[in-house]
């Protein structure tokens, strides 16, 4: 069973700070992964895919994957109060997400 | 161009009832999945249909069926509703298998 593992928080960052969300996986031959964001009461959607080790970078959102040490997190920088939602991680080589964890943003 | 749509919304069933639950999407995905959401549990995946004609289990099958009716459409059935069933019902699709999901606004559902 591949597993993905986040904490679930809460997790609080002032507005403007730089939130950061881990994700650690099981399976070293995982490849890429997905983060999705879902706002409470509505369904997840695409943040970022992230292939390769690494950074990636889209706007104030940077996904870092580390294959060595296996985990994958996002920084959000620059926090707004409208990024305060639960961040899902999967593997895109998996048939799992892991639980999320919810962020909030202190205004 | 609607993406997937779920339909109903909101269900309230009694023990032992029975329902299906429709998705359908627009945008010729060949994979499309079921989940169920509860809290503290994240996404659990129920039901997974990697292309048109093929079916598989995901983590949490028991109580459950599906059907791929044809490329567009994925139904989930309830055969005889428990209070453990009690949940919101996603459903997704990909263009490919386990590619980048589009989720569809989901099912409110209570089993009483």
């Known amino acids: 069973q591949k597993e993905v593992e986040q904490n679930s928080g809460p997790l609080s960052v002032p507005e403007g700070a730089i939130a950061s969300l881990n994700c650690t996986y099981s399976d070293r031959g995982s490849q890429s992964f997905f983060w999705y964001r879902q706002y409470s009461g509505k369904s997840p959607e695409l943040i970022m895919f992230i292939y390769s080790n690494g950074d990636k970078e889209d706007g104030r959102f940077t996904a870092q994957l580390n294959k060595a040490s296996q985990y994958v997190s996002l920084l959000i920088r620059d926090s707004q109060p409208s990024d305060s939602a639960t961040y899902l991680c999967?593997?895109?080589?998996?048939?799992?997400f892991g639980k999320g964890t919810h962020l909030i943003i202190q205004p | 161009n609607a993406g997937v749509t779920q339909t109903p919304k909101f269900q309230v069933l009694k023990t032992g009832q029975s329902m299906t639950l429709q998705c359908a999407q627009d945008m010729n995905h060949n994979s499309m999945y079921w989940y169920r959401q509860d809290p503290g549990m994240g996404l659990r995946l129920i039901y997974y249909?990697?292309?048109?004609?093929?079916?598989d289990k995901g983590e949490v099958p028991n109580g459950y069926n599906v059907s791929r009716l044809n490329k567009r459409e994925f139904s989930l059935r309830l055969e005889s509703a428990a209070p453990s069933q009690t949940s919101v019902y996603f459903c997704a699709s990909s263009e490919a298998f386990w590619d980048t999901q589009y989720f569809g606004p989901g099912t409110r559902l209570t089993v009483l």
């Open positions: 249909s990697a292309s048109e004609g093929t079916t």
């Open positions: 999967a593997g895109a080589d998996g048939l799992t």
